[in-house]
């Protein structure tokens, strides 16, 4: 599965660095800006802040989700399994 997942480093562009959510700690708008710039579907973290940050925010088109969850919950769909319970 992995070789199906696409790899991309994307390039934080500053106006979208600007247009985040005021809220959103300084230190993890790169991280945000960068999942944005690349069209990234699930932001995966285990910093807790940012997830209820990202979750907040209906307008940001990211799911946020610890790895463990993404595992539990995301990867069994993808790979066609059965979902979880």
Do not use: Y
């Amino acid at each position: 599965m992995l070789e199906q997942t696409p790899l991309q480093v994307a390039g934080v562009d500053a106006r979208l660095l600007n247009e985040l959510p005021e809220r959103i700690n300084t230190k993890d708008r790169h991280v945000l800006a960068a999942a944005l710039a690349c069209g990234a579907a699930f932001l995966i973290t285990l910093d807790r802040g940012l997830i209820s940050e990202v979750a907040s925010h209906p307008a940001l088109p990211l799911q946020p989700i610890t790895p463990g969850g993404f595992i539990r919950e995301v990867l069994p769909a993808l790979a066609g399994g059965p979902e979880p319970p």
